[in-house]
Nanobody, 119 residues
Framework: QVQVVESGGGLVQAGGSLRLSCAAA????????TAWYRQAPGKQREMVAT???????SYADSVKGRFTISRDNAKNTMYLQMNSLKPEDTGDYLC?????????????WGQGTQVTVSS
């Protein structure tokens, strides 16, 4: 099994910053942290940012220029630096991880970390 744990959420005023972390562990797996998603109350889960194994990134239009995704492959950890936060960034932020073993790949989600941005 693979364990995925997000951290770093909290309450912040509009214009502030937060840095989220996603740590994945699974001793017999090849870990590939892949993306951050978020889910606001009453809304569908949406992709915020993705990162590939070669480091290329993509972002939702709503966060471009404000959020930065990165990863530390040695630590199987992924980050999301969030600057210039807005109230509409409020939501539960979830980490999506792909993990491989014996030629097969599996998908894992963390429990989420809550981000609340006050106006």
């Amino acid at each position: 099994q693979v364990q995925v744990v997000e951290s770093g959420g909290g309450l912040v005023q509009a214009g502030g910053s937060l840095r989220l972390s996603c740590a994945a562990a699974g001793s017999t797996f090849t870990i590939n942290p892949t993306a951050w998603y978020r889910q606001a109350p009453g809304k569908q889960r949406e992709m915020v940012a993705t990162i590939s194994s070669d480091g290329s990134t993509s972002y939702a239009d709503s966060v471009k220029g404000r959020f930065t995704i990165s990863r530390d492959n040695a630590k199987n950890t992924m980050y999301l630096q969030m600057n210039s936060l807005k109230p509409e960034d409020t939501g539960d932020y979830l980490c999506y991880v792909r993990a491989g073993r014996d030629g097969r790949w599996y998908q894992y989600w963390g429990q989420g970390t809550q981000v609340t941005v006050s106006s």
